[in-house]
């Protein structure tokens, strides 16, 4: 049953690591937390306590990331500016709808408790309602502060399970945060595309380009290099 799943899984690496992750008997949840070793030594059972030893462990990493950056850094590329101004458009029900429709159905839900599963089964009926409070929050210039909230789960990598060390944290958003994030990031990607923002060296986070289009410019770089005529030493 497992090479017949491996074979349908075919080039998808999603459903590849899926039954590679089945056979070697790995579950996708992780076990429970009952025990932390906290910054004293000393090991907690408390669930209370174990979240704020975690939170405060998490905090402290990022505090510890930003306090060795130099504020009097320059910006980076500071002969990319763009003249133009930036007009954010408007959206409609209809791209809330097509937006909402092409979210994931299995990922966790937010702090809201709303999954996307949920949200793509009432979006007929919340399209124009949506649209319109998105649209106020572009015209504001304000993301709703509610919606900046984060339901944040420590993910074990590996180690001793008892060491805050051996997690990682994953932020779980608002379905609707990722809506409006989905909405902002296809118009600011559109404006920066449309003034060459961006450097051609540049595959990831970007549409259309990928991991195959850096392996094909170095390939068609190393041939040419290959088949160019030996230069002559004078």
């Known amino acids: 049953a497992i090479a017949r799943e491996g074979r349908s899984a075919g080039s998808d690496p999603k459903k590849a690591w899926s039954v590679m992750n089945e056979m070697a008997n790995r579950s996708k949840r992780s076990p429970k937390i009952d025990r932390l070793t906290d910054s004293n030594g000393a090991t907690i059972h408390d669930e209370s306590a174990i979240c704020n030893e975690m939170n405060h462990y998490f905090s402290r990493i990022i505090e510890d990331l930003t306090s060795h950056l130099d504020p009097g850094l320059p910006p980076p590329w500071p002969d990319r500016g763009i003249a133009a101004s930036f007009f954010l458009s408007p959206t409609t029900p209809r791209e809330v709808f097509d937006v909402v429709s092409g979210l ?63 997690y990682r944290p994953i932020s779980l958003v608002s379905s609707i945060s990722k809506l409006i994030e989905k909405l902002m990031h296809s118009r600011m990607s559109a404006f920066l595309d449309r003034h060459s923002f961006f450097s051609d060296a540049q595959y990831g986070f970007r549409s259309r380009v990928g991991c195959e289009d850096a392996l094909a410019g170095f390939l068609s770089e190393l041939y040419e290099s290959q088949n160019a005529p030996p230069s002559r030493s004078r």
């Open 104 to 166: 994931e159905s299995r990922k966790t839900p937010g702090c809201d408790g709303i999954t996307n599963l949920t949200l793509k089964r009432i979006a007929f009926n919340i399209v124009d309602v949506l649209s319109a409070l998105i649209n106020k929050s572009f015209d504001a210039g304000v993301f709703p502060r509610v919606l900046k909230t984060a339901l944040v789960v420590p993910v074990f990598k590996k180690g001793d399970r008892k060491l805050p060390a051996n």
